[in-house]
């Protein structure tokens, strides 16, 4: 999950002179900036949760800029503490968010007890400080909800059914679980991986069937 953003700031690495890390970084730091005088910051993972989230708030005619909330994108959960640190603790006006992947739960739990945030020790008490978790990830929450008739329409319609066909018959993934090969052939680009973070998150709003961790995170802030 992680290459450029969406709504309020430029995208930078799917079309630009820029991807990778340096798109991250980039997309990092104009984050942080507008952090500075933020109501809410939320920290994720990487872009694409990033631009999910903003597509999620567009899709609920909520405008995250006017609303002084940030997305911000930490280039991978172990930067969670740095982050943290930074930005928090509580008290001081500043509300903190998170969304990270179910094998990241551990992780995000440390850094919120080391950056005095609170010393969550389940995932209940973590949703409570406003951090919800993924299973097993954003793109896997995404499909589940979007389901694979969606997402296959999905990829229908933006010209991808046939490319995706032909990954299905690589002897690798010929036979495995659909859900599996779709979550596969998403991650396989990071272009083509940010371009379906928005339009899964557009689908599953349609179908009023928004994955909860997302759902939540936006509810609280």
Not at 46 to 51: A, K, N, R
Not at 89 to 114: Q, W
Request: with cysteine.
């Amino acid at each position: 999950m992680d290459v450029t953003s969406c709504s309020g700031s430029a995208p930078v690495g799917l079309d630009g002179p820029l991807g990778g890390n340096a798109a991250s970084m980039q997309a990092t730091a104009r984050a942080l900036a507008q952090a500075e005088s933020a109501r809410a910051v939320v920290l994720v993972e990487g872009i694409s949760d990033q631009i999910a989230l903003e597509a999620l708030a567009a899709g609920r005619g909520r405008d995250l800029t006017a609303e002084r909330i940030v997305v911000v994108p930490i280039g991978g959960a172990h930067a969670i503490g740095r982050f943290l640190t930074r930005l928090g603790p509580p008290g001081v006006g500043l509300r903190l968010a998170g969304l990270c992947d179910v094998r990241e739960e551990e992780i995000f739990r440390r850094g919120l007890t080391e950056a005095g945030v609170g010393t969550p020790r389940t995932r209940a008490e973590m949703e409570r400080l406003g951090f919800q978790v993924c299973v097993d990830d954003l793109e896997d929450e995404l499909i589940r909800a979007v389901g694979s008739g969606g997402v296959e329409a999905l990829f229908d319609a933006q010209g991808d059914l046939r490319q995706f066909r032909a990954f299905q018959s690589q002897p690798a993934w010929r036979g495995r679980d659909p859900d599996a090969q779709l979550w596969r052939f998403l991650r396989s680009s990071s272009r083509r991986n940010l371009r379906y973070a928005r339009l899964l998150v557009e689908a599953a709003v349609a179908r009023e069937a928004v994955p909860r961790p997302l759902d939540a995170l936006l509810a609280g802030v």
